[in-house]
């Protein structure tokens, strides 16, 4: 077992920060944005940590897990865009 995290979008693996039993995904420094319903959520761990992006275009796959480099891409390619923060709630 590897306690990776792969990035979905490039298959870059990352170093994962926890290692959470159950999880499908995990979370890394550089890569823990995650897909979910129809946004993406920066986890800790990322640049994005706390911030909710929309999807422009079609959405990717639910638990999809975006490294910070593939979100600066989405975002330029005007895939997503910011659309607020996370209130912790
Ligand atoms: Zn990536």
Do not use: W, Y
Not at 51 to 62: G, K, M
Not at 66 to 75: A, E, F, K, R, S
């Amino acid at each position: 077992m590897t306690d990776n995290a792969t990035c979905n979008c490039c298959g870059t693996t990352f170093d994962q920060l926890f290692s959470e039993e159950g999880r499908k995904s995990s979370q890394a420094f550089g890569c823990a944005c995650e897909v979910t319903e129809d946004r993406v959520v920066g986890h800790f761990g990322s640049v994005h940590d706390m911030t909710v992006f929309a999807f422009i275009t079609a959405p990717l796959p639910e638990g999809h897990l975006i490294c910070d480099t593939c979100m600066v891409g989405l975002i330029e390619a005007g895939h997503i865009r910011e659309c607020g923060t996370q209130d912790g709630g």
